[in-house]
């Protein structure tokens, strides 16, 4: 149970012949389609400088492509959509002082973004200023829908993701490969599988986002992890927060990682205390900018915009600080403001129709959640949270194994993403992120991990439909979503995942003295029967939702029905990834439910 | 090694998804001239169809085209009939834009069906081979960027080509092989290029016995006959009953048009005119006489008579002249050796000539060398030598044709990611040849293809940056001369090979 050793040699996995993911079946064949598109390097010893190269040119055409159709908010008067907001943002840095990014015009998109997020739309303001000064004039150029300015908005979102996300992604897939010992064309097919991922593509490429950069950071704080460097990881993961607030769905798991590496095997004092200095100095850089702003603002004597109104965190500081005479004051009302922008705690419970727990409940009209006052809402919410978070954290804490790193990381963020309060439906790309990640694990492509890694991902996708129609994007929808889950031969396209009871296969291996190990391990009949039944209802609804229209008094029912199957779905997804974190932590043997020895037997009780 | 993968059907699903991704993307004026012959098909009368010039995109394919046409507009006036009415110039509303893209990825199924078959007939030992070529075809950048992004239904038309001459290849198949090249001859005349290849291969191998020249097998010849006769009467056989024979052709062969189309085709005229404009600042040196009339003219581009300053004027006859003294060596080795092979790389060598030598030719026919002579590619190293400067150069060519800045990344990472997983794989697959190599053309040919790297970054960025707008026309002719070279030199690589094996 003790983790594994910092350096272990490296096996010489890379010259055998079989493989232990499960890209390949019984027969010798590719195990589903997009093993087959890698098969002619099979075996053969290919250049990385090509391989991985034509898998990132690739995936850049389906992201470009996607690209080309319309996005959130598109000739939409008054208010536009994300895309606006995020060219607002570039218009308002380059154009405002720092003091008054926070202040500015809430209205209107207000910056509500952390920090990082801020400095990034201000590099892209400059570079667009210098293309074309009309996309970025204050107040003139808002709701401006230039052909120029979407290729180059798309343009910031691609280069963006192929400057972060796209290298972290890489490294994270090798730093799993090398800890699973997964042949090098595995994980070729697993980071393609990963990059094709259809629900990051859509919102940030199709809908407008910069998602990706926080993912970024996050996987590469994830591959840091895996690597042993703990305080990269650090740094890697306040930049993740420090890019979008959402990033604190990890934050729980991450924190109980580091916190039980700390502690277990043995206590290393001197490792808490590097990784709370990086930590702080991380979070100190981070606002730094914000800062120097501010100390240059007050130098010039910049007045804070008229309509400012003080925010009310800054009542709650002590009274030293807050003396409008004190010099410290400017700077506790900057830091205030902001985090009064990113942390909106007077929203509401759930916006628009979200796929989480809140929002099925009071949809489904269980219980009208507005008949209870708001704080006791809030606090249910914590509560709810808390209890699903907790079984995860715990286990890491106390095994902090890289094992159970992922699907820790997936069950926090599913935690999160169902229970806590002010989630939006393309939250779901975090959980997403580190349960897709399992694919470059060992076994990662076998029948069980992928029929529930492209189960999660479909059904993702399938709740962000009712967005990504209001978007236009519905085509861009069923291409990118059917072509993954063809890819991954998993419905609606693709039953491989799902063939059969497993004791056949078994016995087919028997004859070939089990040289293949992918082949076992399919996905056990109660999740067969609820994956079929779940892929059934989101086929039916689609061909409802084309053909039927609503009722009349109810005209947000198919909204309602794909919210309240999501929410189930991406339960049973929680509990999946709660049942791998306990599996993996190799608790049950310590609890004395599973033998050691015999504990194989054991694992297929469940 | 039973199958292959990934399978034709497994690459055309990413490859379809892909097409469906660009709906939105640029369109030419083909997309309108194709929008304009539904209309004239479906709204007016067969008698009207080659007289209609209501938009100045009149109907100038050949009559299986517009029959092609006709039936698509029964489908597409089940959607939105605006598409339909002649007068409605430039429509293009989002449903025209999904039927008309929609159904260039559909018929392009023949394609994919043509391509199976080739790879079905190809013996045992080149399964592997062949099926690595039909993947190139299928996927191939030419026809992305002409179909599917500027809008032509290519896919469809050489997937008959392909049919035909997949018939080819077995001795009972040969009748139905002409009958189909008639027909595909009916949908678009430019095919016409390769027919010499395709009258001296059937008139030696079907008309003719296999031991002597003079055993004439009469049968055939009838039958063949009678079969082109009734292919070509179902096509022109209406407008023989109108007496509109003459008004089709007119339409069909319009010689009013220049040497060298708007953008110049890689082709010798290409070299010609860019020797020209050189010439005429060389001129004064060498004491030749400049006209001055022409300095201005040839490089604007516009459509009409080209007229050199320095060099002598060239004549529709000369074009004529020289791509005939061009295919007559190859089709001399096809009527004595009548092998599919030699079929095959006569057609390609016909396409070769009438490409170089062609009057006003297309950059778009560049197709017309690449897709047959993908088909041999793989037989050798040394047929793989003179195809690699093609496969750089006829797909550099086109990218003038897409010009906005959303596409111009899309040609380029697709046809970099084509190149590099044809070429390397093509160079893993290609057996060794079984005579020496005759010249050094591999060193030629990298140097080559490394020389478009720079070429394309001056021709997209740095040329803007230098000049902005003005002398447009020389990257245009920068990229055409470079493709020129390509193209030539493959030929001539080509030309070796064919004849020395």
Redesign the interface.
């Known amino acids: 149970m003790a983790p594994p050793p910092a350096h272990r040699p490296r096996k010489k996995r890379r010259s055998e012949p079989s493989t232990t993911t499960g890209t390949i079946t019984a027969d010798q064949k590719p195990a589903f389609p997009f093993a087959a598109f890698f098969w002619p390097i099979k075996g053969i010893n290919t250049s990385p400088w090509i391989t991985l190269p034509v898998i990132l040119m690739t995936t850049f055409l389906f992201r470009w492509t996607s690209a080309l159709w319309p996005y959130s908010g598109m000739g939409v008067e008054p208010m536009h959509g994300d895309f606006e907001a995020q060219r607002h943002w570039m218009e308002l840095t380059i154009n405002l002082p720092v003091t008054h990014w926070y202040f500015h015009d809430l209205g209107w998109w207000g910056l509500d973004y952390p920090p990082l997020t801020a400095y990034h739309s201000w590099i892209l303001g400059q570079i667009g200023w210098l293309v074309e000064p009309e996309w970025f004039r204050l107040y003139l150029s808002r709701g401006n829908d230039e052909a120029g300015l979407k290729v180059f908005m798309r343009a910031t979102v691609a280069v963006s993701e192929y400057l972060i996300y796209i290298p972290a992604a890489v490294l994270c897939v090798r730093q799993l490969a090398k800890h699973h010992s997964v042949n090098t064309w595995d994980s070729s097919i697993a980071l393609t599988a990963i990059l094709m991922q259809p629900a990051t593509i859509l919102i940030d490429h199709g809908h407008f986002q910069y998602n990706t950069m926080m993912l970024g950071f996050t996987l590469a704080s994830l591959a840091s992890l895996l690597a042993n460097r703990r305080l990269w990881s650090c740094v890697f993961f306040v930049a993740a927060l420090g890019f979008k607030q959402m990033a604190l769905f990890y934050a729980p798991a991450i924190a109980a990682y580091l916190a039980g590496s700390c502690i277990a095997p043995r206590l290393d004092l001197p490792r808490l205390f590097g990784i709370a200095i990086i930590t702080v100095t991380s979070f100190a850089v981070l606002f730094l900018p914000l800062v120097l702003g501010t100390a240059y603002d007050v130098y010039r004597n910049v007045p804070l915009p008229s309509d400012a109104t003080l925010p009310p965190l800054l009542a709650s500081l002590p009274s030293w600080l807050v003396s409008e005479k004190g010099w410290l004051h400017p700077y506790a009302l900057q830091l205030c403001q902001a985090i009064h922008r990113i942390f909106p705690f007077s929203r509401g419970l759930f916006e628009d129709k979200v796929a989480n727990l809140w929002c099925a409940v009071h949809t489904s009209g269980l219980q009208k959640l507005h008949t209870y006052p708001p704080s006791l809402l809030s606090r249910a919410a914590l509560l709810l949270t808390l209890a699903s978070i907790l079984p995860p954290c715990a286990l890491l804490f106390r095994y902090p194994r890289k094992e159970i790193l992922l699907k820790a990381f997936a069950a926090t963020s599913w935690g999160f993403f169902l229970c806590s309060y002010q989630v939006h439906e393309k939250n779901v790309l975090l959980p997403l992120l580190p349960m897709t990640m399992l694919l470059a694990t060992e076994g990662g492509m076998g029948k069980g991990t992928r029929a529930w890694v492209g189960f999660a991902n479909t059904l993702a996708c399938w709740t962000l439909f009712p967005l990504l129609t209001k978007d236009g994007l519905r085509i861009p929808y069923f291409v990118l979503t059917g072509l993954w889950s063809w890819l991954m031969g998993c419905p609606p396209f693709g039953f491989v995942t799902y063939s059969l009871p497993t004791t056949g296969s078994l016995e087919i291996e028997g004859t070939r003295d089990g040289d293949v190990v992918g082949e076992e391990g399919g996905p056990d009949v109660v999740s067969e029967i609820l994956h079929l039944g779940v892929y059934a209802a989101m086929v039916g609804w689609h061909v409802v939702e084309a053909f039927v229209p609503p009722p009349e008094d109810k005209p947000d029912l198919w909204v309602v029905a794909n919210v309240c199957l999501g929410a189930a779905g991406f339960g049973l997804c929680y509990l999946w990834c709660l049942w791998g974190v306990v599996e993996g932590s190799g608790m049950l043997y310590d609890v004395g439910l599973w033998k050691r020895r015999g504990g194989e037997g054991g694992k297929k009780v469940q | 090694m039973a199958?292959q993968?990934?399978?034709l059907l497994?690459c055309m699903?990413?490859a379809t998804?892909?097409k469906?991704?660009?709906?939105?993307?640029y369109k030419s004026t083909d997309f309108e001239v194709h929008r304009n012959w539904l209309a004239i098909t479906h709204s007016l009368p067969l008698r009207e169809w080659y007289y209609e010039k209501t938009s100045e995109w009149t109907l100038d394919y050949p009559p299986f085209f517009a029959y092609f046409e006709w039936l698509l507009s029964q489908t597409a006036q089940l959607g939105d009939r605006g598409m339909l009415v002649v007068q409605n110039r430039n429509y293009d509303s989002w449903q025209t834009v999904q039927f008309q893209r929609a159904t260039v990825i559909l018929t392009e199924l023949v394609l994919v069906y043509a391509l199976h078959l080739f790879v079905k007939s190809s013996s045992p030992n080149s399964k592997k081979q062949a099926h690595a070529a039909a993947l190139s075809i299928l996927l191939s950048p030419g026809l992305l960027i002409i179909d599917h992004i500027h809008f032509q239904y290519n896919g469809f038309l050489y997937g008959i080509l392909i049919l035909s001459i997949v018939l080819a290849r077995k001795p009972s198949g040969l009748f139905a092989s002409g009958l189909v090249f008639a027909a595909l001859l009916c949908l678009k005349h430019i095919y016409l290029y390769l027919a010499p290849a395709y009258f001296v291969y059937l008139l030696r191998a079907y008309c003719l016995g296999p031991r002597s020249v003079f055993d004439v097998k009469l049968a055939n010849c009838v039958k063949l006959g009678v079969g082109i006769i009734a292919v070509a009467g179902l096509a022109f056989g209406p407008f023989v009953y109108y007496g509109q024979v003459q008004q089709v052709f007119s339409r069909l062969f319009p010689f009013s048009r220049g040497l060298c189309h708007a953008y110049w085709a890689p082709n010798i005229w290409a070299l010609y005119s860019f020797s020209d404009r050189v010439l005429i600042y060389a001129a004064p040196y060498l004491k030749l006489p400049v006209s001055s009339d022409a300095v201005n003219s040839v490089t604007r581009g516009l459509v009409g008579d080209t007229s050199f300053a320095v060099l002598p004027d060239i004549s529709p006859r000369t074009t004529f002249v020289l791509t005939l003294a061009a295919q007559i060596p190859a089709l001399t080795k096809l009527f004595f050796r009548p092998t599919w092979d030699n079929f095959v790389a006569t057609l390609t060598l016909c396409a070769y000539a009438s490409f170089l030598f062609g009057w006003h030719v297309h950059e778009k026919a560049i197709l017309l060398v690449i897709i047959p002579f993908s088909l041999l590619a793989l037989k050798d190293r040394r047929h793989l030598g003179a195809f690699r400067p093609l496969a750089v150069s006829g797909h550099v060519s086109l990218f003038p044709l897409l010009f906005t800045?959303?596409e111009f990344?899309?040609k380029i990472?697709?046809t970099?990611?084509w190149l590099?997983?044809f070429l390397?794989?093509f160079d893993?697959l290609a057996p060794p040849s079984e005579k020496p190599r005759v010249f050094l053309l591999d060193r030629f040919s990298l140097l080559y293809i490394a020389a478009a790297v720079p070429l394309l970054v001056y021709c997209s960025i740095v040329h803007q940056l230098m000049f902005g707008a003005r002398y447009e026309f020389l990257p245009l002719m920068f990229i055409s001369s470079y493709a020129a070279i390509g193209v030539v030199g493959s030929w001539l690589g080509f030309l070796v090979v064919f004849f020395t094996s």
């Open positions: 199958d993968y990934p399978t497994q699903v990413p998804a892909l469906v991704l660009l709906w939105p993307a800045a959303m990344p899309i990472v697709y970099v990611i590099a997983v390397l794989a893993r």
